[in-house]
């Protein structure tokens, strides 16, 4: 199965700063018809994921123009700019171009 | 207004069989797709399997002896059932609905509350 290794674990940061996840994976995430599904998602707190990021760098509908993921291959990033209060919680990527489609670990956002 | 409920018993005795059912609303189980995700306590999810829009099914390897996912669409009911448990099948299960982005490529787009199951003696 595809491991996708996320760091760091814990990502302590100001309100209105930025900051940087990184997710990296075992293989490459290239399918054989050249797209690269990577998927991010952010888990707050008491609270089911949801869906922010696709293909790489597609915000999914309501997304804020903060979330900019970015990456290619087996090494992707989702960078989130002037965090906000609801940004705080648990993001994880997730990959479905190979069988079966798996998680990252996650990283927690929390407040400095 | 798309809904998914997930339902079960809480407990489940270790090598028993886990029962559980997500109800939907707000959208048609012949249109759109359900996955089933589970989450042990402090870790990372694990994508289990889908019910396809057509009657079909997809299942993760490393669970598919033990899994069997159905439907019916009359009552808007998806259900899991898995066997053979053991305390690290502990975790809250989700539901949620699978949207057609672009060609064979689907997302998870909304997802129920979860159902927590907790295997113990």
């Known amino acids: 199965d595809v491991v996708l290794t996320q760091t760091p674990v814990a990502q302590p940061v100001t309100l209105g700063d930025q900051a940087s996840i990184s997710c990296r994976s075992s293989?490459?995430?290239?399918?054989?018809?050249?797209?690269?599904?990577l998927e991010w998602y952010l888990q707050k707190p008491g609270q089911s994921p949801q869906l922010l990021i696709y293909k790489v760098s597609n915000r999914f509908s309501g997304v804020p123009d903060r979330f900019i993921g970015s990456g290619s291959g087996s090494d992707f990033t989702l960078k989130i700019s002037r965090v906000e209060p609801e940004d705080l919680g648990v993001y994880y990527c997730f990959q479905a171009t190979h069988d079966p489609n798996t998680f990252g670990a996650g990283t927690k956002l929390e407040l400095k | 207004q798309v809904q998914l409920k997930e339902s079960g018993p809480g407990l489940v005795q270790p090598s028993e069989t886990l029962s559980l059912t997500c109800t939907v609303s707000g959208f048609s189980l012949t249109s759109y797709s359900v996955s089933w995700v589970r989450q042990p306590s402090g870790k990372g999810p694990e994508w289990m399997g889908r019910m396809w829009y057509d009657g079909d099914t997809a299942y993760n390897s490393a669970l598919k002896s033990r899994l069997s996912i159905s439907r019916d669409t009359s009552k808007n009911q998806v259900f899991l059932k898995m066997n053979s448990l053991q305390t690290d099948d502990t975790g809250t299960y989700y539901c949620?609905?699978?949207?057609?982005?672009?060609?064979?490529?689907?997302?998870?787009?909304?997802w129920g509350q979860g159902a927590s199951v907790t295997v113990s003696s």
């Open positions: 293989q490459s995430l290239v399918h054989s018809n050249g797209n690269t599904y």
């Open positions: 949620t609905r699978d949207v057609l982005l672009q060609w064979d490529y689907y997302v998870m787009d909304a």
